[in-house]
Nanobody, 118 residues
Framework: VQLQASGGGLVQTGGSLTLSCVAS????????MGWYRQAPGKERELVAR???????NYADSVKGRFAISKDNAKNTLYPQMNSLKPEDTAVYYC?????????????WGQGTLVTISS
């Protein structure tokens, strides 16, 4: 599966932004999809993820501010990001994890830069 992320940009502290990640195939049966981010000089970290059963979990740093969702009809994954802080500045990557009885494969989008100005 190919993933195309978009929607990054420059936002002021306290602002909101919605990213999108369009998949090249149906996402309804993809086991888990998520957003990760990587800030300069730091390791990539999980931001939020959503399962095929629509369970969701979030990094503590974004709980209450970010909301992950997906539109199966549009094969698109979103994070709605509110109350943005300078520490949210990072390249955001979407991820799809497809699990079979014998394999587990991760697929990544190309990343979209989010910059929060103070």
């Amino acid at each position: 599966v190919q993933l195309q992320a978009s929607g990054g940009g420059l936002v002021q502290t306290g602002g909101s932004l919605t990213l999108s990640c369009v998949a090249s195939r149906s996402i309804a049966s993809i086991n888990v999809m998520g957003w990760y981010r990587q800030a300069p000089g730091k390791e990539r970290e999980l931001v939020a993820r959503i399962g095929s059963s629509r369970f969701k979990n979030y990094a503590d740093s974004v709980k209450g501010r970010f909301a992950i969702s997906k539109d199966n009809a549009k094969n698109t994954l979103y994070p709605q990001m509110n109350s943005l802080k300078p520490e949210d500045t990072a390249v955001y990557y979407c991820n799809a994890r497809i699990v079979t009885p014998i394999t587990s494969n991760d697929y990544w989008g190309q990343g979209t830069l989010v910059t929060i100005s103070s």
